[in-house]
Structure formats: C-alpha cells, structure tokens
C-alpha cells in the first residue's frame, strides 16, 4: 500500500532560527504533494502545492520566501519553516497524491511533525 | 470559499452505542466536490477512513458509513456500534479542484468511546 513517512515527528526550535521538516512517498510515485499546517485550535490549512517539474503553488498567506518547498523526485519533498515565530508553530502534514487515474483523488498523510517555537 | 463545517468539539459515546457526527459543506468552486472523512488516532497522522465521488451514493469501511447527499449538502458519518480503539479526532474534508488533491477540512470532531 501507499506509505508516507515524514520527520522528524516533534522538533522544538528557537524564535527567529529555520526548520526542515521531509516526507518521503514510500511504495508509490508521489507525483503531487500537499503541505498542511494545523495550528492550535485550528483545522487544517493548506500551505502549498506541489507537482514535480511544476511551479509550487501557495495558498494566500503563505510564500516561498516564508515556506521554501523542495520537491526534487517521485519520492521525496521537503518543507523548510524559515524564521520560526510563535504563531508559526503546530502539527505540519504532508499528503502525497498516488499517480494519475482515480487513485489520483486520494492523498496519503505523513504522520506529521509537530513544531515547537521556544 | 469552500467550506465544511461539523459537529463541533468533543463528543463521548459509550461502547456499541450509535454514532453520527455531521458534515455540511459549501462549495463554490466545484458543483460536486469529493467527500472524504479522515481520522487522526493519537499520536499519528491523517488517515483516510472513507470517501465518495459520486453525489447519491455512500462509503463505508470499518463499520462507519457516509452518504453524500447533494440536496442538503450533507455527508454525515455513522456507525452503529462504537468500540474504545474507535477514539480519535476525525475530519470531514472536501476536494474542491478537479485539477489537484486540494482538501478543504472541517474542524475536527474528537469522538471519546468510554466503556
């Protein structure tokens, strides 16, 4: 079946430093990733977009420049948060999208990494 | 916007009692969205607990079932008989781009199964 592993699970980070948080499609092309956060007592929003060979696609209030996204193959993305705030903390989910067809409308979740800014 | 909006908060049920936690939802991107429901067990991610495609019809899987039902733009979620390992936080969701995997959740429903 299609796996996605993603780490670190929790980091903790002080204010003003960057993080990188990697997903890893296991089993399956991830043609397409999503990035999500969960702040606290919030649902989850998206950050971005991503479709390899393709321009990476963020959400209002979110940019590249805050968000840098990798995504350099079928199997592997990467997130960095740069300049860690409070209110950038929360569980971080990657959802990797399984190929084309129907499969193609399911996305596979990471188990997330959870960020702590100090 | 695209919107869900669900049963707010925590809910508690006793063991093989019945569950229903609502979903509505809004969309104004796409004139019938695909519907999922997703869990979250402690301590790990979003997993995929069912999802339908079609407006009329119903998923299930694990003994909970939805029904997509376009004319109330609803996709309640049901079980009948609720078990402990059952504990966890689920999420109604839409996608609303038929170009992407774009989801659009709800709050979350944490659901508290008590002996």
């Known amino acids: 079946g299609a796996l996605v592993y993603q780490y670190p699970r929790r980091t903790i980070c002080k204010s003003g430093t960057s993080m990188r948080m990697e997903c890893q499609a296991v089993?399956?092309?991830?043609?397409?990733v999503a990035w999500y956060r969960q702040s606290p007592q919030k649902t989850f929003e998206l950050i971005a977009l991503?479709?390899?060979?393709?321009?990476?696609?963020?959400e209002q209030n979110f940019t590249q420049e805050k968000f840098p996204i990798s995504h350099p193959n079928l199997s592997f993305s990467s997130m960095t948060v740069l300049n860690a705030y409070l209110e950038d903390r929360g569980l971080y989910l990657c959802?990797?999208?399984?190929?084309?067809?129907?499969?193609?409308?399911?996305?596979?979740f990471g188990s997330g990494t959870r960020l702590t800014v100090l | 916007g695209d919107s869900v909006t669900q049963t707010e908060g925590q809910v508690t049920v006793s063991e093989s009692k019945s569950l229903i936690i609502n979903c509505t939802y809004s969309?104004?991107?796409?004139?019938?969205?695909?519907l999922f429901w997703y869990v979250r067990y402690p301590g790990e991610g979003l997993q995929l607990l069912l999802k339908?495609?079609?407006?009329?019809q119903k998923g299930s899987s694990r003994g909970f079932e939805a029904t997509y039902n376009k004319e109330t733009t609803s996709f309640h979620l049901q079980k009948a008989s609720v078990q402990e390992s059952d504990s966890a936080v689920y999420y109604c969701?839409?996608?609303?781009?038929?170009?992407?995997?774009?989801?659009?959740f709800g709050q979350g429903t944490s659901l508290s199964v008590v002996p």
């Open positions: 969309a104004t991107s796409i004139a019938y969205p695909n």
């Open positions: 089993g399956f092309q991830a043609t397409s």
């Open positions: 991503s479709t390899v060979n393709s321009a990476i696609k963020y």
């Open positions: 959802g990797a999208r399984v190929g084309g067809g129907r499969a193609a409308e399911t996305l596979y």
């Open positions: 969701a839409l996608r609303s781009s038929s170009s992407f995997s774009k989801l659009v």
């Open positions: 339908v495609i079609t407006a009329g």
